[in-house]
C-alpha cells in the first residue's frame, strides 16, 4: 500500500496542468524562463504570438538546467515537428523574448513498458493517470519495424498519441520518464513478483514486424539489460540512477563506464 500511494502521490505531481511562463531571453539555441518548480528533463515547445488571437509552435523545449534560488530554468531548443505538413508553407518568424514556454504537455497521459502482464495490470490499476496501452506502441513498432524499442519510437508514440509520460518496469523499480527527452523523472519502490518475461514488453500484439537491417531490426533477446542501456544513454549524468546500477546485478555494472557524473 506505502508503494502504491507514493506512486499514486508522483503522477499527481507530474498530471498538474501545463506549466507556463515568458521566455525570459534567447542565446542561440537556448532560453531562460522564469519557473516556479520544475525537473531537468520536462520537455514542452515554445508559442510566438503572430498577431493578437493568432499563436504558433516554433520549437521544442526541453529544461537542462533549474536554478532553485532564482527559479529560472535554462531550456535547450530544437525543431518541431509533431505538426509538420509538407503541403503548408512554413514560416520565418523567430523566438523572441516575451514568448511563451508550455512544458509538460502531455503529462496526464502515460505508457508503460512491463515485463508480464501481472506487473502490467498491477501498475496500471494503481496509478490514476490515462494509461496508452502498450499494444499500440507494438503497433507503431511494427509499422516502423522496430522488434526492439530505440528512443526515436518512444517518440514517434508521443506525436501519434499525445503522451507525455513514459513508465519503465525493472527490477522492482518504477521510472518515471518524460517521453520525448528521455529524462528519468523519478525512481520510485515497486517491489512486485515478477514471474515471466515477455519481450519485448508486455502486450497482446503477437508479432511485431522486422526491418531487413538497421538499428532497431533485430529482435530483442533480454528485456532489462536493453531498458537499462537506453535509460543510461539519455541520463548519463543522473546520479540517482548511476547508484541504482552499483548497488544492483553485477551483471549491468559494465554500464557505470558510460555515466559522466562529476563531469
Not at 56 to 68: E, G, M, Q, R
Not at 195 to 211: C, G, H, T
Request: charged share 25%; hydrophobic share 40%; glycine share 4%.
Amino acid at each position: 500500500m506505502k508503494t502504491i500511494l507514493l506512486l499514486t502521490f508522483i503522477c499527481f505531481e507530474l498530471m498538474a496542468s501545463i506549466i507556463k511562463a515568458p521566455v525570459l531571453s534567447v542565446d542561440g539555441e537556448t532560453i531562460t524562463a522564469k519557473i516556479e518548480k520544475v525537473d531537468v528533463g520536462v520537455s514542452g515547445f515554445v508559442v510566438h504570438r503572430i498577431a493578437k488571437e493568432h499563436t504558433s509552435i516554433l520549437k521544442n523545449a526541453t529544461v537542462i538546467a533549474y536554478d532553485k534560488e532564482k527559479k529560472i530554468a535554462t531550456l535547450k531548443m530544437s525543431n518541431f515537428t509533431a505538426l509538420r505538413n509538407n503541403s503548408l508553407p512554413s514560416g520565418k518568424w523567430k523566438i523572441v523574448v516575451g514568448d511563451e514556454v508550455q512544458l509538460a504537455f502531455g503529462y496526464s497521459r502515460a505508457l508503460l513498458i512491463a515485463p508480464s502482464e501481472e506487473i502490467y495490470h498491477r501498475i496500471t490499476k494503481s496509478v490514476r493517470i490515462q494509461w496508452v496501452h502498450s499494444d499500440l506502441f507494438a503497433t507503431v513498432l511494427s509499422y516502423r519495424g522496430h522488434p526492439t524499442p530505440l528512443k526515436e519510437d518512444f517518440e514517434a508514440m508521443s506525436i501519434a498519441t499525445s503522451v507525455g509520460l513514459l513508465f519503465i518496469y525493472l527490477d522492482k523499480k518504477l521510472y518515471t520518464i518524460d517521453i520525448k527527452s528521455f529524462k528519468i523523472l523519478s525512481i520510485s519502490d515497486a517491489p512486485l513478483t515478477q514471474d515471466s518475461v515477455k519481450l519485448p514488453f508486455y502486450s497482446r500484439v503477437e508479432k511485431i514486424e522486422a526491418n531487413w537491417f538497421g538499428a532497431g531490426s533485430n529482435e530483442l533477446t533480454e528485456y532489462a539489460p536493453h531498458y537499462y542501456k537506453l535509460l543510461v544513454e539519455y541520463n548519463k549524468k543522473n546520479e540517482n540512477f548511476y547508484n541504482v546500477i552499483k548497488e544492483g546485478d553485477a551483471k549491468l555494472h559494465y554500464l557505470l563506464k558510460n555515466f559522466e557524473i562529476g563531469k
